[in-house]
């Protein structure tokens, strides 16, 4: 009895040559160049079906798809590294397809296995190999999405799906070196609520994200810093990424991070930056911290450093702080020890020049 296989590999008619590809990698920004190749996969009649690695280019969608109206998308960010011995690894692509499901429950979608997942990221960088940077601090991004097809009106749950992976070369986000931003922290705005979406990585989660940017940005800020919804007091997060504090205490360099409370992002850099200050020597705690801890604590001089992580960055140093009534500077607006150590460490795993003890680093 032969098995269907669950993917159909059928190669691009029209890939860039060596040169072009070369010279799309010569100057990379991120999220605007992109690989040769995509990977879809339909769901319908309550199961995945075979899927396609094949040209990337433009999905077909009905008008009444039901993503379209109703908003069920979600999409995950995770990375591929070149290696020195010219292989290449993912960083915790198991980690990215878990909280993909936990997206798509949230959602009323279905979940995706995991080893599917993780086949078709492997297909679609082995076949794209050559779009692999090779330098420090640059990687493959790849995007996973899910969509709601169904072609019907009525609001509930779609029963038809479709998944997508594409993968696009992202340069150093600090090509000039790491910098700190300015945030501006938004009482006009929430981004979620206790029981809302919050903890999943949902489309219409950044949709209403971009109103509070646009604010932070006519504020003169880089990003916006997001307070819960109830009292309008606790730090949650840092535009699409978390937030991280750090404090002298007793001669010791704590970490501490808002605790997840089901309306934060359970990031994945999160999570490996708490187990990796552990490592460092630091120690670490999640832990709920108001907007005026934050002013009296650097006051004080207990508070010494702030920083924001996500897949895109890595590590973002936070330099000043703006509000409604106040201003406040963080290690007069310069990168911290602390924040840098934590960021190279994280890099050195990723790119392979350390061992990774934690084996975060799925070989392709």
């Known amino acids: 009895m032969t098995t269907t296989p669950r993917f159909v590999v059928t190669p691009s008619t029209h890939p860039l040559s060596d040169a072009e590809r070369a010279e799309q990698l010569r100057v990379l920004s991120f999220g605007r160049t ?35 109206h109703y908003g069920q998308a979600i999409f995950e960010g995770f990375k591929a590294f070149s290696q020195p011995d010219g292989s290449i690894k993912t960083f915790r692509p198991e980690a990215n397809a878990e909280r993909f499901n936990r997206s798509a429950r949230r959602l009323a979608m279905p979940d995706l296995p ?4 993780m086949e078709a990221a492997d297909l679609l960088i082995n076949l794209d190999a050559a779009w692999v940077p090779k330098n420090v601090g640059e990687s493959l991004y790849l995007r996973p999405l899910m969509i709601a097809t169904d072609a019907f009106l009525g609001v509930r749950p779609s029963n038809e799906y479709l998944f997508v992976l594409f993968a696009s ?37 950044y949709a209403a994200s971009l109103v509070a940017q646009a604010q ?41 991070t808002p605790e997840l409370t089901g309306t934060l992002l359970p990031g994945i850099t999160r999570r ?5 200050a552990r490592d460092l ?34 590590i973002t140093p936070v330099g000043k702080a703006k509000a409604n009534g106040f201003e406040l500077s963080i290690n007069n607006g310069q990168n ?3 924040t840098m150590a934590l960021r190279e460490a994280l890099l050195a795993i990723q790119h392979g020049t350390v061992e990774d003890r934690h084996h975060w680093m799925h070989q392709v």
Request: aromatic content about 10%.
């Open 114 to 117: 995991v080893d599917l997942f």
């Open 34 to 68: 992109f690989t040769d190749h995509m990977v879809v996969i339909p769901y319908r009649d309550g199961a995945w079906q075979q899927g396609e690695v094949k040209a990337y280019g433009p999905l077909m969608l009905d008008p009444s798809a039901s993503a379209l």
């Open 216 to 256: 932070a940005q006519e504020k003169g800020c880089d990003q916006v810093v997001w307070l819960d919804a109830v009292e309008r007091r606790y730090i949650e997060e840092m535009g699409g990424m978390n937030l991280f504090f750090v404090y002298q205490e007793e001669g010791k360099s704590v970490i501490v």
């Open 281 to 314: 020597g630091y120690e670490s705690s999640e832990r709920k911290l108001t907007v005026q801890q934050w002013r009296d604590d650097v006051a004080a001089g207990r508070l010494t450093e702030v920083f924001a992580c996500g897949t895109a960055a890595v």
């Open 169 to 205: 070369p992202a340069g150093a986000y600090f090509p000039q070196g790491v910098k700190p931003v300015t945030v501006w922290i938004s009482e006009d705005y929430v981004r979620a609520a206790p029981g809302g979406t919050g903890e999943a990585k949902c489309a219409g989660n």
């Open 336 to 338: 911290g020890p602390v």
């Open 272 to 276: 490996s930056l708490l187990e990796l």
